[in-house]
């Protein structure tokens, strides 16, 4: 998933989705402006938790829970058997005079004399509540992965149906971070519902039981007690604990969002030597981390802490009345083993009802940034019954459109043009008078505030945004690839092109020879953002996807001017052999790539002021000749400069070269 590219990384300027931040607006008016609670968290996980569709998937559900019964059953067996070893042993060595005969009675008949059968059975009762439980778990596990990949799969689908103004105001690290924990969230969410929450439940109901039917009720009594209160400290401290837990979250996010913008502009951190600045940038918010960290262990260990403590009281006073009905004859030394050893078993259910409740709560955190995204409505959405864009000839027409990013600085005033069926048309004009938006607005990245685009007198609003860009090629100027090989990036433009056709693209792009040269050919890594090439061989490259695309129109936004007057002729060749054919709209800084045009449009804040052909506009003396006398005038001093430069290196390279005398 490439997220990051050089547009969004110079205007992102906020930290990462904040934990008590509210939405901000310009996703769609149903996006949510408040964090859900925690009922409705539950209710928007439902579906992911519980397989719908997938019957395979709902037979290891019931497969699972019948397996929790009968491990839970073992798991009850256990303490009795122990008891019955007990009272077996006390009454083979009792006295005499019959103390163990009360033994010998809490016996069931038939065993009395086989204590090393009991102990046996004790074993073979803990490996079958072993066993069971890892078989139980196995079970789930594709369910709870299930769950996992279906989540995680939807809401990286929906990031990328989301607008490019809501990727502008995010950035890359934060974002695959809320990813990375919200999959983890509801990874575990799921096993701690199925595998723990019920099991726990089911176990402490038959503990209460046992104790009640067994001895007394004032046994059940002091051990819901001792449950009670050990719930509600627990609820209690993680309720504390859950805003520690969102500092250390948000550090986390934005030491993490430091570190990916830090290495991801490696370059530019070089040029400046800003290592330290970068370094110290990335300690503070690494110190952030750690002061929330260690408060999120101290906070740890006083739950731990409180937690032994209610448990054990609560253990004390019960084994205080089983000495007690020991003492009055009421039960047998196996009586008070069978207590305790309940009560160290109840310590793990509990211990994990603790733990479920911190660990649900820290998972809502973790998923409910994801859960903001997912919905999110998109500012640009399809229409019902949206139908697909029919291109015939390809004519692509602006009629009065209107535009601004945010309502206090209008970007297009009133554009209106056309760019015929198979012709070129050129926009030129200084920075910021709103030439790329143009090629936003074609795309649909945005909507016009007023006015309509069309193709073939289709208006884009209407139709299908996939065919809608399936229409339209771009060459943009700042090309990003992505990390894998060139023959992966050219194959980008229409995946299910054969060989021939990569080779052939690659071929009309005029790379073909260089990527030939190459050890491994078409399977050379790119590197990071294509860093590994130079910026004509990754123009070339963006050429040859778009070529591969074989789209019948095409957006060529200042594809060239980050590039030397040497490689720029180069890529010119190549751009206007792509654009023979096509309907093309080429949005220029240098106007030296646009004098061919059919028709150059110059636009200055926001408006057309000019239009015509090349020697049209130079003869009216406008703005366009203004630029174009600026541009030659600022070329011929670099020419010049370039010039002295080469002279001074062949006059000291002919002073090295004279022989000393």
């Known amino acids: 998933m490439r997220l990051a590219t050089a547009a969004w990384r110079r205007k992102i300027s906020s930290n990462l989705i904040m934990a008590n931040a509210p939405v901000p ?33 709902q037979r290891r559900v019931f497969l699972a829970f019948g397996l929790l019964f009968v491990a839970k059953a073992a798991t009850m ?3 009795f058997t122990f008891k019955w070893a007990t009272d077996a042993l006390v009454a083979a060595i009792g006295s005499k005079d019959g103390a163990g005969e009360a033994a010998a009675a809490a016996v069931p008949a038939g065993l009395l004399s086989a204590p090393f059968l009991l102990i046996a059975l004790y074993g073979l009762s803990r490996i079958a509540m072993a066993g069971l439980t890892q078989v139980r778990d196995g079970l789930f596990a594709k369910v709870a992965m299930h769950a996992v990949r279906k989540l995680a799969l939807q809401t990286f689908e929906h990031m990328h149906r989301l607008s490019l103004r809501f990727h502008l105001e995010r950035k890359t690290g934060g974002l695959t971070r809320v990813l990375e924990r919200g999959r983890s969230g509801i990874e575990e969410l799921s096993r701690l519902m199925v595998l723990t ?8 109901v038959l503990v209460l039981g046992i104790l009640a039917y067994e001895f007394d009720w004032l046994y059940s009594a002091v051990v819901a007690a001792m449950i009670a209160s050990y719930l509600g400290f627990t609820w209690k401290a993680t309720e504390w604990r859950i805003g520690i837990r969102r500092r250390m979250n948000n550090s986390d996010t934005e030491a993490n969002t430091k570190a990916v913008d830090s290495l991801l502009n490696f370059e530019t951190v070089k040029y400046f030597g800003a290592e330290r600045r970068e370094t110290e940038r990335y300690d503070a918010s690494m110190e952030r981390y750690e002061k929330a960290s260690t408060q999120t262990y101290v906070s740890l260990a006083v739950l731990n802490a409180g937690q032994a403590v209610i448990f054990t009281l609560g253990m004390t006073a019960v084994m205080f009345l089983a000495a007690r009905d020991i003492m009055a004859g009421n039960t047998t030394i196996g009586g008070f083993v069978l207590v305790n050893t309940m009560l160290v078993q109840l310590s793990m259910p509990l211990n994990f009802m603790g733990m479920i409740y911190r660990e649900i709560k820290q998972a809502l955190i973790d998923i409910d940034d994801m859960f903001l995204i997912l919905h999110r409505n998109p ?25 601004s990013y945010i309502p206090e600085r209008p970007i297009l005033r009133g554009v209106s043009f056309e760019v015929p069926a198979g012709k070129t048309v050129a926009i030129v004009g200084p920075s910021g008078a ?19 685009i069309t193709i073939d007198g289709q208006d884009i609003t209407t139709v299908r945004q996939d065919s809608l860009r399936a229409a339209i090629g771009m060459v943009p100027q700042d090309t990003v690839l992505f990390n894998d090989t060139i023959g992966y990036n050219i194959r980008y433009g229409r995946w ?19 990527i030939e040269s190459l050890p491994e050919g078409y399977d050379t890594p790119v590197g990071e953002r294509g860093l590994k090439l130079s910026g004509g061989e990754k123009q070339r490259v963006a050429i040859a996807r778009t070529i591969l695309k074989g789209p019948p129109i095409l957006v060529l936004d200042e594809a060239t001017s980050a590039l030397d007057s040497f490689t720029e ?37 926001g408006r057309v002021v000019e239009r015509g052909n090349h020697a049209e506009l130079l003869a009216r003396g406008g703005v366009y000749a203004a630029l174009w006398n600026r541009q030659r005038e600022a070329d011929a001093a670099r020419e010049a400069l370039k010039r002295a430069e080469d002279e001074r290196l062949l006059l000291e390279e002919a002073r090295r070269s004279e022989p000393v005398a």
Request: charged content about 25%; aromatic content about 6%; glycine content about 6%.
């Open 379 to 403: 500012e640009i959405a399809d229409r019902p019954g949206a139908a697909p864009l029919r291109v015939e000839a390809g004519t692509v027409h602006f009629e009065d459109v209107r535009f």
């Open 77 to 79: 067996v256990m303490p």
């Open 25 to 57: 607006a310009g996703e769609g008016a149903s996006a949510p402006l408040e964090r859900p609670g925690l009922l409705t968290t539950y209710r928007r996980l439902w579906p992911y938790l519980w397989p719908h569709g997938r019957v395979d998937l």
């Open 569 to 605: 002729r180069e890529i010119q060749t190549a751009l206007d052999r792509v654009s023979q054919g096509r309907t093309t709209l080429v949005i220029a800084h240098r106007l030296s790539t646009v004098i061919n045009a059919d028709e150059i449009l110059v636009l200055d804040q």
């Open 434 to 452: 709103g030439k790329s938006t143009l090629s936003r607005l074609l795309f649909r990245f945005y909507e016009p505030g007023a006015g309509r």
């Open 197 to 204: 929450l019920v099991p726990t439940i089911v176990e402490l």
């Open 496 to 514: 299910d092109a054969t060989e021939a056709e990569v080779r052939e693209a690659a071929r009309l792009a005029q790379i073909d020879r260089f």
